[in-house]
């Protein structure tokens, strides 16, 4: 096996283009007028661009893209280029201005008016309005969880299916993905390990879980729905978390309970282990099983965030 070289010259032009979305015009542009990168040649004369000239110009891309001139950027490396393009992502989900709660219902209720219409691109146009609006925060507190708690209510009640919570969450995962992945994260700051229990396979709860933790400052590693104990005390070991944090909305109260029990025996004592969500008020009390926390709401999992 070759050792990686991410100066190594491989790449033709045609590859950075795809990779970066800066067509090869402009590419030659920028090398010729502005020396952004030194691609290699070939015995042919053709461009050849390692791995960190492919990087270097992706971030340039998306530098350029928020409103920055080239020339701005010239004297940055990729580290500092990285940083520039973290803050305008996260200066994106920062509120423009208060909202009263009139205006966050108001989005809840075209949201899901878009939901119970199987409109997915009417409902993907108006909760990326209203991330921008309203800030990451207030995103997840005032627009998606009350969206999906309205969902579930109308799923009990006859009212809305499967088939739209499951349309509903495909569309607000990579908003929710988005929004996290554009915070801030310090290098050393703590990881907590995210996903929902065997036999739990909605995952709304746990996005939100993600979104909170990143708004913390935490490290995410999100593992998605409907886990086994077993895989994930082996994705905290490997991740070094210093908290796990489960979902649960529907699973099987017995389930649950049983997941969380081997959970606990499988993470070493000083992992926290904390539950939340809809599914919690089923099992036979708060606190029934030793070394599990669990937390009414996103508010309550952010204090306990925060106090580690």
Same mark, same amino acid.
């Given at each position: ?44 004369? !053709? ?26 950027? +010239? ?34 209720? @075209? ?8 409109? &997915? ?6 909760? #990326? ?8 925060? !207030? ?9 999906? !708690? ?27 993905? @988005? ?43 999100? +593992? ?20 796990? #944090? +489960? ?5 099987? @109260? ?8 081997? +959970?606990?025996?499988?993470?070493? &004592? ?35 965030? #925060?106090?580690?």
């Amino acid at each position: 096996m070759t050792n990686f070289e991410p100066n190594r010259p491989l790449h033709p032009i045609s590859v950075v283009a795809e990779r970066t979305g800066l067509s090869p015009d402009l590419l030659r542009v920028w090398e010729r007028r502005y020396g952004v990168v030194e691609p290699a040649r070939d015995d042919g004369g !053709r461009r050849l661009y390692s791995d960190n000239d492919i990087e270097r110009l992706r971030l340039l891309s998306q530098a350029t893209s928020a409103g920055r001139s080239i020339g701005q950027l +010239l004297e940055l490396d990729i580290a500092e280029l990285s940083e520039l393009v973290r803050a305008d992502d996260a200066a994106r989900w920062k509120p423009a201005r208060p909202l009263s709660e009139e205006a966050e219902e108001g989005f809840v209720e @075209r949201a899901y008016e878009c939901t119970r219409k199987l409109n &997915p691109m009417g409902l993907e146009a108006e909760l #990326a309005r209203a991330a921008a609006v309203v800030g990451a925060a !207030r995103f997840m507190d005032s627009v998606v969880a009350p969206l999906f !708690r309205k969902i579930g209510d109308a799923w009990h009640a006859g009212e809305l299916s499967i088939a739209h919570e499951h349309m509903a969450t495909g569309v607000a995962h990579p908003i929710l993905a @988005r929004v996290r992945g554009s915070l801030p994260v310090s290098p050393d700051a703590p990881v907590v390990v995210i996903a929902t229990p065997a036999g739990e396979r909605h995952e709304v709860g746990a996005l939100l879980a993600a979104g909170a933790a990143a708004l913390e400052g935490w490290h995410v590693t999100y +593992l998605g729905a409907d886990l086994p104990a077993a895989e994930i005390a082996m994705a905290a070991r490997k991740a070094g978390a210093r908290m796990v #944090a +489960l979902s649960t909305v529907y699973a099987d @109260r017995s389930v649950v309970a049983a997941e969380l029990r081997a +959970l606990r025996d499988a993470l070493p &004592p000083d992992v926290d282990l904390v539950v939340g969500g809809a599914g919690v008020t089923r099992l036979n009390g708060r606190g029934e099983i030793e070394g599990v926390t669990t937390l009414a709401d996103l508010g309550e999992f952010r204090s306990r965030l #925060a106090e580690m």
